[in-house]
Every structure is written in structure tokens, then in C-alpha cells.
């Protein structure tokens, strides 16, 4: 397998961790009589926006999608649908974040919509991450040439841009901080205090 596909496939795999975190954490904070600790979600929230919806993309379409589209147009429709749906992750995190200060002002009233919405948005991801996996992959390694994995590559290891690495190394803080903020068993964290 080459290096380009390892990476996407790794960042899925942190993406999908972190979702999986985010939707247990929301189904604690909706049964649990203790008030949650807000920081880790912020934090959960703050690698989605800015990690898969800010980086990963944003790459996924200027490199993979491009280059596929032009070795094999008839790929149009598919990366049509991929393109509407990093679009659509862009509002349904918007949606996330105005539940969560919601949620945080107010809890636990608006907390059954903050699980909603988490559980909504971990569906909706993995169905896209599961797509590209299952679809778009595949027809890459049929189609793509050398010189375009080189590119793809040069793209998700940032090495053709210092400030991507940078903040590769933030986001790689920022999820060690959200294993050590979320309370067993999702990470390592102190259990929520009850406050009453
Ligand atoms: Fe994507
Ligand atoms: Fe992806």
C-alpha cells in the first residue's frame, strides 16, 4: 500500500477516535447527574472543525479528488457527492457548536439535542470516511500515476508546506489533551463532579 493512502487512512482512523469519544461522552452527559466537564468537548469540537474540516479536506479535494477527476472523469458524480458533503460537515459542526454553548449555559436542559446532533454527526462523517475507504481509494490505485501520489503525498505529510506541519504537531497536542480531559472510559481524565 503506498504512503499517500496510509495517511489518509491514519487520519480517518484519529478522526474516527475522536468521534467515537464525542458521541459517548454526549450520551454521558445526557444520563449522568454530574455536570460535564465542558473542556473536553471545546477540545473535541476544536479538532473536528479545524483538523478534518480545515485540513483534511480541504487536501482531500484539492489533491486526491483533482487528481482522480482528471485521470478518470467519469469519476465526476462520486466526487460531486464527497465535495457536497465536506460542505455539509462545515454547517452540522456550526449546528454542534451553537447546541454545545447551548448545552454549557444551560445543562442539562438541550442536552437529549447536543447527543442528537453528536450522534448525527459521528454517523454522517464515518458514512463519508467509510465512502472514500470504499470507493474513491479503490479507483486511485487503479487510476493515479506515480507523479500523482507524489503529489497527494507531498500534500498530507505537509511537506511541501511548513505552517500544515506546524499545525500537524497542534493537532497531535490537541488529542492528546482530549484523552487526557475525557473520564474513563474514553480517555484518562478525572470523572465528572457532581455539583448538587
Ligand atoms: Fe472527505
Ligand atoms: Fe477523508
Redesign the pocket.
Known sequence: MNKAINI?KD??RSISAVLSGLKELARMAEDAPERPDFRVFRAMLRYIDEF?EKM??PK?DRYLFARLLARLPSAQPLIDKLQKEHIEGVRLIRDLERSLLFLEDRWPVGSRDFRKLADDYARFHWD??RR?EGEILPLAVLHLRAADWEAIEGAFAGNDDPIADLREKDFQVLFSRIASLAPAPIGLGEPWKKTV
Open positions: 489518509i487520519e480517518h478534518p483534511h479536506h482531500e463519508h470516511m472514500e
